[in-house]
């Protein structure tokens, strides 16, 4: 409990600094999928400003990945979570999270395709600079955004958190012409180090700009206070883990959007 009260007073008060924040639930579409994303950012800055797409985790885009968008936003970014699994797909256990995420696991054709869908609807906004477009994504949506990188997206980066990092095509790293960063519990069950070495051979092979850290004695989904505090159950929040990723995170995106 203590990690979630400490992780919601930081949020609401990076959050409630800003007072100018607007935020809205917006309509789009991949093919004939009607998708239901949401959107943030902060009326007071001005002009066009670096765009971030969220990509949520297994269950779905929920309040998670909304408080996210808002903490992107508060930074000054045009912020947007995604949606993979279309309006009304909201996953309400592990369960239906499981047969969701899995079905796009299944389908990487079908997974990029949402995942550019809602890249393209970021950039298409108004107050987005659409030459410094970013992507960050949680769990599943860590898989998600690697997947849109090596699909040859018009990307400046993307940040994976405690996400999937296999594929089914290697080779297709080739096509990758975003800087990766990829933020690892160093004792994540879910990521084995078998799929670590292969992402790294991955990143190598294709001479990728890329970065790895991983975070000691962190698990799976290490940056959501909703995974409780045990981490002998594969999934649990780890304050200085999630607190430490963040700030990489803002450096990283520092260095992608500094104006020459």
């Not at 309040?63 to 996953?91: C, E």
């Not at 400046?156 to 095509?169: C, E, I, M, Q, R």
């Not at 790895?212 to 206070?225: C, D, E, L, R």
Request: aromatic content about 10%; hydrophobic content about 40%.
């Amino acid at each position: 409990m203590k990690y979630w009260l400490s992780a919601l007073a930081a949020l609401t008060c990076a959050v409630g600094a800003q007072a100018d924040l607007h935020t809205e639930t917006v309509e789009y579409r991949q093919g004939d999928t009607v998708l239901e994303g949401y959107l943030a950012y902060d009326t007071a800055v001005e002009g066009k400003r670096p765009g971030v797409m969220v990509a949520h985790e297994w269950m779905g885009l929920g309040p998670y990945a909304k408080r996210r968008v808002d903490q992107l936003a508060s930074l000054g970014y045009v912020a947007f979570a995604a949606d993979i699994y279309g309006k009304g797909i909201r996953p309400t256990n592990r369960e239906e999270a499981a047969a969701q995420a899995g079905k796009y696991r299944k389908d990487r054709p079908l997974l990029r395709a949402r995942a550019r869908a809602g890249l393209d609807f970021l950039k298409s906004h108004d107050l987005v600079d659409s030459k410094r477009v970013a992507a960050i994504g949680y769990c599943f949506g860590g898989g998600t955004v690697l997947e849109l990188a090596r699909s040859g997206a018009d990307l400046a980066g993307a940040v994976s958190f405690h996400g999937n990092l296999d594929t089914p095509d290697p080779a297709d790293a080739k096509n990758i012409k975003a800087k990766i960063l990829v933020l690892h519990g160093a004792n994540d069950s879910a990521v084995p180090p078998e799929q670590v070495a292969a992402f790294m051979d991955e990143m190598r092979k294709a001479g990728v700009d890329w970065q790895f850290v991983a975070y000691g004695g962190a698990v799976h989904s290490f940056t959501n206070p909703d995974s409780g505090s045990d981490k002998s159950r594969g999934a649990a929040y780890d304050e200085k883990a999630d607190h430490r990723s963040w700030e990489a995170m803002k450096s990283f995106f520092a260095e992608l959007f500094k104006q020459t």
